[in-house]
């Protein structure tokens, strides 16, 4: 499996949770990663990439709150989410890509998608 998300769970409103994202085969060295999120009965939120020079995007309803990182050696992407809300709630997915696109906030066409990994907020 190219990509294989971890570490959702359940945490209280105001908490923080790391997820983790194992890249293999085909999509290692991925010029483009991110992030995406299903909340239920709503709409599909691009919330976080991160790209090979080391830029990141950022969606407002997370800025300030999630960080994305890369471990080139360990060819996983992290997503350290804090300040939990429970609009957060939601089936995380990571993406990559390689060839530039116009068709989504992070600018690469996501070839690749994992399975997702649940995270619920709520006391």
């Known amino acids: 499996v190219p990509l294989v998300e971890s570490g959702g769970g359940l945490v209280q409103p105001g908490g923080s949770l790391r997820l983790s994202c194992a890249a293999s085969?085909?999509?290692?060295?991925?010029?483009?990663m991110g992030w995406a999120r299903q909340e239920p009965e709503k709409g599909f939120d691009w919330i976080a990439g991160i790209y090979s020079n080391g830029s990141t995007y950022y969606a407002d309803s997370v800025k300030g709150r999630f960080t994305i990182s890369r471990n080139n050696a360990k060819n996983t992407v992290y997503l350290q989410m804090n300040s939990l809300n429970p609009e957060d709630t939601a089936v995380y997915y990571c993406?990559?890509?390689?060839?530039?696109?116009?068709?989504?906030?992070?600018?690469?066409?996501?070839?690749?998608w994992g399975k997702g990994t649940l995270v619920t907020v709520s006391s």
């Open positions: 993406a990559s890509g390689r060839r530039r696109s116009t068709s989504n906030p992070f600018g690469y066409a996501m070839d690749y």
């Open positions: 085969g085909p999509t290692l060295g991925s010029d483009a």
